[in-house]
């Protein structure tokens, strides 16, 4: 006889902690759905201060920002920067982090107290461009890579997360003969999929969405990011809608105001990371969770 499951009553404790949770959803999905919104509407209906749906709907603000073909080469830059960045990040990253979690490397902990440090002390942006300089990396597209190759946060996950591989594998490939390449390449990376995915999507991120160095130390429109660019689209329409007599001319010619242009812009600038996150969501869970369970 197939007994019939009994149908779970919601109790008032539900009800408010579903209600809770909706609100935090809206309140988490709204800003990106307004936007969206804002950015296909009518610049003349933002005035509004609430938008459920588009009014009006134009991409007058999307042909501001793709007006010509030079928005092209940026988002190229930027895409070569993420993935070439995030590559040498993870590699270094990694490997530095195996190589402190060896039991016969010498004055190991002072090493990795070391980089623990400078987390907390930065010299400060004058001695950093003056350090670039040096190296040869302005006007270098290497200077929005080779500084973050490694990161003090990212090789304190990666370590703790590699101590939490049991030492047995390591230690029965190195009685097999293999050395220290073919013990991380062979044993190790395979391994920690979760943790590289976590690493490699906070590293894609924060390539994408940075700027400050293109400005300080590339003048070579080649080279300009498309955070950069977008950037300097709303400084020039600041320029316009101030003066006067241009502000006129652009209303005359129904040019989007700075807001739509600024959403239009903050869509752009998302809109790809949204894409790749999906497929790194699991590696970004899992990693950062047995990545805590070690100290």
Avoid: H
């Amino acid at each position: 006889m197939k007994t019939k499951k009994k149908k779970k009553k919601l109790t008032i404790f539900d009800v408010i902690n579903y209600t809770f949770m909706a609100v935090i959803l809206i309140c988490c999905i709204y800003p990106f759905y307004s936007l969206l919104v804002s950015s296909v509407s009518d610049p003349k209906k933002l005035e509004q201060w609430f938008l459920i749906f588009p009014l009006n709907v134009t991409f007058s603000s999307y042909r501001e920002i793709f007006a010509n073909n030079r928005i092209l080469l940026p988002i190229f830059i930027s895409a070569a920067r993420a993935f070439v960045g995030t590559v040498i990040t993870l590699i270094c990253c990694s490997m530095f982090a195996f190589l402190v979690t060896q039991r016969l490397l010498p004055f190991k902990k002072f090493i990795y107290k070391y980089v623990v440090i400078t987390m907390y002390l930065n010299a400060g942006m004058i001695p950093w461009v003056l350090t670039m300089v040096t190296y040869g990396l302005k006007n270098n597209f290497w200077v929005y890579v080779v500084p973050s190759a490694m990161s003090a946060y990212y090789i304190i996950l990666i370590k703790t997360y590699f101590e939490s591989i049991p030492a047995e594998l390591e230690e029965s490939a190195r009685m097999d003969g293999a050395g220290f390449f073919t013990i991380f390449f062979k044993v190790i990376l395979p391994l920690s999929g979760p943790i590289l995915g976590a690493i490699a999507m906070f590293s894609a991120v924060g390539q994408w969405n940075s700027w400050y160095d293109n400005l300080m130390l590339v003048q070579k429109n080649e080279l300009k990011t498309l955070q950069l660019m977008l950037y300097q689209v709303i400084q020039n329409m600041n320029v316009v809608m101030n003066d006067p007599k241009t502000a006129a001319t652009a209303q005359v010619v129904n040019r989007p105001s700075i807001m739509s242009v600024r959403s239009a812009i903050a869509m752009v600038t998302v809109i790809p990371i949204l894409c790749v996150y999906p497929f790194m969501q699991r590696y970004f869970a899992s990693g950062i969770m047995v990545g805590a369970v070690k100290g």
